[in-house]
């Protein structure tokens, strides 16, 4: 016969076992990390709030007095949309189940994506006037949300990252881009503002689209099928492997050239393995840092990046794949044409004396063609770039730039948001005359006559400096080289330097040209 001590032992461990065989039984109900304290809810719109339980497990969500109750599917999911709400707060959200979890702080306001690659990355704090603007970054009603970075071969449900109330504390190290963005919508609207900031530096648009984006246009669908990117695609954790173990190695060969003093040859014969290639494949990003936060509720999306599609010949491919992108997203978050602002690309590198080719030029052309994708907007940018830094730090003139097409797009708000944009040409004479759209109160030269970087080609196709002056709403150009002009091109080249044609109201002309001839760069290659 068992004595009682050895009776009540082998209970506790049936009863630890059953916890451990059957854990579903006790699971908690869980929430995205999107869904915690210092949140900023979008307003005027029904919020989705989504998570986890046991199937079947009644969950209830409570918000400004309200409640919704839904049960969790067969795999554990559930969601529930939220009455719309106005902009205020703080609030309390609990969502309760088995457990409750209660989130503090609770904002309503509007919320943007702010994306990209380094320009989009780049803080506060290596911003123009950085000092300064951290220190008065006393916004509490300005939050970030800064998604962790992550490859992923199928999209992801949850994402690294927590809010944060902006503070000079915390400030300098938002989106430099994102941040005065955010800064002017506050100031203009006086809401709340929310930044779900998804950017990491040297990478692709290709990175940030989704499959179905690629799968929709049958040009897009060939680089899914280029060797080097099948190759990651049909074996990630593989191409994960194989860059750590070269990582691994250089790491065990660089300790041992430096504990034998050999430091010369760790500074010249051994160089870091070069970028793992998975981390520009297409679909990584967009799965790993856009899927997550899918279908929180977002008033539109912010976008600096392609510097990274300007190399490798594909500046003309990035007119189908930024659209592409875009549709994309909009897909899959369900809310119809959400707003999409863009940065075109400022002037970088050396000037070019004579007039010439450009990829750089070719790209800014492509953010041009993509405004005709629906509810989309451009930020020109072509004035306040730095020849030698490919991360200019004038940060906060491109946020107002953004802010100025949120202002007519989005609010409502009447006034001149974009600089001019080419609309037609005509030859007359010895003369080509342009037209603009977004002229505003009228065109000017800023800092006076003569206006700069306009180049005029004849039937021969070759361009030649023209002069060019404003001519009431229209440009005229003209050079005594070209007696019968065709074409017309202004700003078109890596670094224009000194183009200085603009609206009265002090946004400039994006670079523009008036012929398809065939440039360095061709579609899908």
């Known amino acids: 016969m068992e004595k009682p001590r050895v009776r009540r032992l082998k209970s506790v461990a049936i009863v630890l076992l059953a916890l451990v065989l059957a854990p579903a039984a006790w699971a908690d109900v869980k929430l995205p990390t999107l869904f915690s304290d210092h949140m900023v809810l979008q307003r005027d719109m029904p919020l989705p709030v989504w998570g986890w339980a046991d199937p079947g497990e009644e969950v209830t969500v409570k918000l400004c007095g309200k409640e919704v109750r839904t049960k969790a599917d067969d795999k554990g999911k559930w969601m529930v949309k939220l009455d719309a709400l106005p902009a205020g707060g703080p609030h309390e959200l609990t969502v309760s189940g088995k457990n409750t979890i209660t989130i503090q702080d609770v904002l309503v306001g509007e919320v943007w994506v702010g994306s990209g690659q380094s320009n989009m990355a780049l803080t506060v704090s290596r911003t123009a006037n950085a000092e300064q603007d951290v220190a008065d970054a006393n916004y509490p009603k300005i939050r970030f949300f800064k998604v962790g970075m992550k490859h992923a071969i199928e999209p992801q449900e949850e994402c690294g990252g927590r809010w944060q109330v902006c503070s000079p504390e915390v400030a300098g190290n938002f989106s430099g881009t994102a941040y005065f963005f955010a800064r002017n919508l506050y100031k203009h609207l006086n809401v709340p503002i929310g930044i779900l900031q998804s950017a990491i530096g040297g990478t692709s648009a290709e990175a940030w689209t989704s499959r179905e984006g690629f799968e929709s246009n049958p040009d897009l669908r060939k680089i ?40 010369q040859d760790v500074k010249k014969g051994r160089r870091r393995p070069p970028r793992a290639k998975y981390k520009n494949a297409p679909t990584l990003l967009y799965n790993g840092m856009i899927a997550p936060l899918i279908p929180y509720a977002i008033r539109g999306a912010i976008w600096y990046q392609g510097e990274r599609n300007a190399n490798g010949g594909r500046s003309k491919q990035y007119a189908v794949l930024l659209p592409a992108m875009i549709g994309s997203w909009r897909k899959a978050w369900k809310q119809g044409d959400f707003p999409f602002l863009f940065v075109q690309l400022p002037n970088f590198r050396a000037v070019q004396p004579e007039p010439s080719e450009s990829a750089w030029a070719e790209i800014r052309e492509s953010f041009l063609k993509s405004l005709s994708t629906p509810n989309t907007g451009m930020a020109v940018t072509i004035d306040i770039g730095e020849a030698k830094d490919i991360h200019p730090k004038n940060k906060k003139d491109v946020g107002d730039r953004l802010a100025r097409w949120a202002w007519a797009m989005v609010y409502g708000e009447k006034g001149v948001y974009s600089g001019p944009l080419y609309e037609s040409m005509a030859v007359e004479g010895n003369k080509i005359r342009v037209k603009f759209t977004h002229i505003g109160s009228g065109l000017t030269a800023k800092g006076g006559e003569p206006l700069k970087q306009f180049a005029i080609a004849g039937e021969d196709k070759k361009f030649v400096w023209a002069e060019a002056k404003v001519d009431g709403d229209t440009v005229l150009i003209w050079s005594g080289k070209v007696s019968k002009p065709v074409a017309a091109r202004y700003a078109w080249a890596d670094n224009p330097e000194g183009c200085n044609l603009f609206n009265k109201e002090g946004l400039p002309a994006s670079p523009f040209r008036t012929d398809d001839w065939p440039g360095v760069t061709d579609a899908g290659k």
């Open 224 to 263: 899914l099928e280029q060797p080097e990117w099948k190759a990651v695609l049909d074996d990630f954790d593989g191409a994960v492997k194989q860059h750590q173990e070269k990582m691994k190695a250089w790491r065990e060969k660089t300790a041992a050239l430096r504990k034998e003093g050999k430091l």
